[in-house]
C-alpha cells in the first residue's frame, strides 16, 4: 500500500451495522446499517466537518473510526497503520494519539472525580509519570483551555457548561493526540458559549498541530470551523469538498437543503426554502438506488434503481448523485 504522508486518517469502505433482534432466542434477523460502504481521507492539521441530519450516521463514523465501535466491515488507517488488523496492544499504544470530546459535558465528565483526576486519567493509563509529573501536566493543559488550578479540585457539577467542555477538551488534548473527534461539542451550549469554545478549539488546533473529525449539523459552525466537508445521507457520504466548493457549488439535491437551511443574520432579507418531501427512510430496509430519491424534486427511474458513486466535479469535489449536471 503507498504511503500518503499528507494523509493522517483514511477509511476504506467502512460498514458498521447494529443488529435487530427478535423472537424467543433474540436472534438477529434485521440490521440497521447505520454506516453502509463510506471511504474519506483527513489529511493532517485539517478539520474535515461531518455533517447530515440527525440519525444519518455522524457520530457512528467518529466512533468507529476510534474503535469505541468495532466496525462490520472495511479499514480504517490511522498514521499508516490499519487499526482493523492490530493486536489489541498496539491499538493501546496508538489511542495516545487519538481522543474524542464528546456532544454533552454533563453526562462525559465522571460526577464524583475532581478535576484533577478526570484530566489527568489518561495519563495515568498511558503513562508512567509520578503523581507529582501528572499534576503538573493538568495544571498546565487547564491553562491552556482557560481554566485555572484552583478548578483542579473542584467537581463537575461546580462549573458551567462552557467550563465542563473546556474540561473535556483538557481530557482530549492532554495526552498531546495528532487526531481528536469532535462529537457537536457545542450543541448542548448557549449560543454565546459556543463561540468561545470554538475559537478554543481553532487555537489548540494551530498551538498543537491538531487533526479534527468535527461532526455536527450545523451548517453556520461549519463555515467557521472546517476546511472540507462531507455531507451524509442515510449511512452514506452524498457529497465531499472543499468547504468554499460545498457552500457555494453544491452539486447534491441533499446538500442544496443543509445549504438553503442555514439563518442569515438579516430580517429583510427573503431566503429561498427548499424542503426535502416526506420522511427519512428507515435505515433498516433503506430504498434501492439513491437513497435520497424518495425525498429528491430532480429523481428519475434510474435514480431509484441504480446507486450512485462517488464521482469528481473538480479539484477535491465528489458528489454521489445521477443529474449533477443538469440541476
Avoid at 466537518?49 to 465501535?69: D, F, M, N, P
Avoid at 457539577?157 to 482530549?172: L, N
Avoid at 429583510?268 to 433503506?286: A, Q, S, T
Amino acid at each position: 500500500m503507498a504511503v500518503n504522508n499528507d494523509v493522517l486518517v483514511k477509511i476504506n469502505s467502512l460498514k458498521k451495522y447494529f443488529p435487530v433482534r427478535s423472537g424467543i432466542f433474540l436472534r438477529a434477523k434485521k440490521y440497521v446499517r447505520a454506516v453502509d460502504n463510506v471511504s474519506f481521507t483527513i489529511k493532517k492539521n485539517e478539520t474535515l466537518a461531518l455533517v447530515g441530519e440527525s440519525g444519518c450516521g455522524k457520530t457512528t463514523i467518529g466512533r468507529t473510526i476510534l474503535h469505541l465501535l468495532e466496525p462490520t466491515d472495511g479499514e480504517v488507517i490511522f498514521d499508516n497503520k490499519n487499526l482493523t488488523k492490530i493486536s489489541k496492544d498496539e491499538l493501546k499504544e496508538l489511542r495516545k494519539g487519538m481522543q474524542i470530546v464528546f456532544q454533552n459535558p454533563y453526562t462525559s465528565l465522571h460526577p464524583r472525580k475532581l478535576v484533577k483526576d478526570i484530566v489527568g486519567e489518561p495519563l495515568k493509563i498511558h503513562t508512567d509519570f509520578s503523581s507529582v509529573e501528572i499534576l503538573r501536566r493538568v495544571k498546565e493543559t487547564l491553562e491552556n483551555v482557560g481554566l485555572r488550578e484552583e478548578h483542579m479540585y473542584r467537581y463537575p457539577h461546580e462549573f458551567s457548561g462552557g467550563q465542563r467542555q473546556r474540561i473535556a477538551v483538557a481530557r482530549a488534548i492532554i495526552l498531546r493526540p495528532k487526531f481528536i473527534v469532535l462529537d457537536e461539542p457545542t450543541s448542548a451550549l448557549d449560543v454565546s458559549v459556543q463561540a468561545r469554545i470554538l475559537n478554543l478549539l481553532n487555537k489548540l488546533k494551530e498551538e498543537l498541530s491538531l487533526t479534527y473529525l468535527f461532526i455536527t449539523h450545523d451548517l453556520a459552525v461549519v463555515d467557521y470551523m472546517a476546511d472540507r466537508v462531507a455531507v451524509m445521507y442515510l449511512g452514506k457520504v452524498v457529497e465531499i469538498g472543499k468547504k468554499d466548493d460545498i457552500f457555494k457549488r453544491p452539486a447534491h439535491p441533499y446538500t442544496r437543503v443543509l445549504e438553503a437551511a442555514i439563518p442569515i443574520p438579516d430580517p429583510f432579507f427573503k431566503k429561498e426554502r427548499i424542503l426535502p418531501k416526506g420522511e427519512v427512510p428507515n435505515p433498516v430496509n433503506p430504498p434501492k438506488g439513491c437513497r435520497f430519491h424518495t425525498r429528491c424534486d430532480y429523481a428519475v427511474d434510474k435514480c431509484k434503481e441504480l446507486e450512485p458513486q462517488l464521482e469528481k466535479v473538480d479539484d477535491e469535489h465528489y458528489v454521489a448523485c445521477h443529474r449533477w449536471k443538469e440541476i
